[in-house]
């Protein structure tokens, strides 16, 4: 067995025949994988085209949502607020509408602040701490000691809406160290008033407890109020709105104030259309549009190169050259975007079609035809939005565009191929080995000659002699 295996090692090598078999096998092998080769070729190709067709189909369904976004019959009707005062901010809504309003700020809203008297602890033992909120509801805990660390730590996990600090308040004439405990609503306005006592819910409502703010040295530091503005101040129609912040939510409709000090003076608050986002959503089109041509064309396009060495020119075709789907997607696009509305063309509100194919966006005259007819350019909009979605939508849909329905050929057409080259693989595979037990066959066949010749060269030296 060890003498075959190593005639079939030196066989391999060729050094029996003096044959470079792995030479020879590799070169047979190239030849029988050039089916393989083809089919890896043609595979590459289709996923390029898979790829192209996929960034293509991207930017279609951009364009169809743009356009969904702007066949709305409001598509334009984006307002921008503004305020007469930096102390005052307002921000308008996706339902804010033109109007304006003066008012004065009277007070902004605040969270209540308390602290207690100065002291070393809370108590010389543990006893109940009742907080009361200004609706009425009372929440009692019980601290582990009657210590100040742990009175706050009580108040703290009490979630009562009130957060308590201990703040140090010196010395008494002992030396020994004084304390007060900071206690604050954790939200503002007047909801969020709230009492402190010593002694239990039972206390409280009997009148037993001990109000802790009321107590010498102690005080409410800051009273918790609501935020209010004055409409049409000065007027038999003025009107106080409060709010728990310094936020109102909807002053206007689909507007937001939000005032940060008070303010004697009027403040005016004014909402307007805002041109410049309307303009977006026009011009928003044409860049959605321009995008999906710019790439069809330059994976259209014919280049040519020349070798510097040889001097041959080749020439290569866009991956996309010659495709009937895409080529008819982007002429469909085209059609809709520059085909009148109403009997009047699209140029009338800016979007202009070139020689080439490709749209311009004209801002001055977008702008001109929203200012003298924005009735009418909000229809035109609309109308070629409308008409551009469908084509879109028919072209990207996910589950029945036409290039969907392309790539999900041409992903099939890719799976089989892996399919092929993979039965390839495991036959190229077999038929080298195949080779490699022929060449390893003929190896060891020449070695048995060649050890027959000596013998027989040898017996007839000794027959001679």
Known sequence: MSSVSSANSLAIDGLVSGLKTTDLINSLMSVEAVPQTLLKSKLASTNSFISSLQTIN?????????????????????????????????????????????????????????VTAAMATWSSAA???????????????????????????AVNAAAAGVTATKVSAGTDADGTKLYRLQLTSTSTG???????????????????????????GAAVVTSARDASVTLWAGTAA???????????????????VTVTKPSTDPVTITVAQDTTKA????????????????????NTA????????????????????????????????????????????PSSIGIVIQKDGTFTFDPDAFQKALATDPQGTQAMLSG??????????????????????????????????????????????RRRATLQAQYSALETSLSKLQSQSSWLTSQLASTSS
């Open 58 to 114: 991207s930017l279609v369904q951009t364009l169809a949502t743009r356009a969904t976004a702007a066949q709305k019959t409001s598509s334009l009707d984006v307002f921008t607020a503004t305020s007469s005062t930096p102390t005052v901010s307002v921000v308008a809504g996706p339902t804010a509408a033109k109007g304006s309003i003066d008012f004065t700020v009277g007070t902004t809203a605040a969270a209540q602040v308390g």
């Open 127 to 153: 006893e109940p701490i009742t907080i009361v909120g200004a609706g009425g509801k009372q929440t009692t805990v019980m601290p582990a000691s009657g210590s100040l660390d742990d009175a706050v730590s």
């Open 190 to 216: 007047a909801a969020a008033a709230f009492s402190l006592y010593r002694g239990s819910g039972a206390d409280v409502t009997a009148g037993t407890a001990t109000d802790v703010f009321a107590q010498p």
């Open 238 to 256: 003025a009107q106080t709105v409060t709010s728990a912040t310094n936020t109102f939510t909807g002053l206007l409709p689909g507007v937001d």
């Open 279 to 298: 303009q977006a959503v026009a011009s928003g089109l044409v860049d959605a549009l321009n995008a999906i041509t710019s790439y069809y064309g330059t």
């Open 302 to 345: 014919v280049t040519s190169t020349t070798s510097a060495t040889t001097g041959t020119t080749t020439t290569k075709a866009g991956v996309l050259t010659g495709d009937a789907t895409t080529r008819d997607v982007v002429q469909r696009l085209t059609s809709t975007m520059s085909a009148p509305i109403g009997g009047k063309s």
């Open 384 to 429: 070629v939005a409308v008409n551009v979605g469908a084509a879109a939508t028919a072209a990207s849909d996910k589950y029945n565009g036409s290039i969907t329905t392309s790539i999900t050929g041409q992903q099939s057409i890719a799976k089989d191929l892996n399919t092929q080259i993979d039965s390839w693989s495991d036959r190229l595979t």
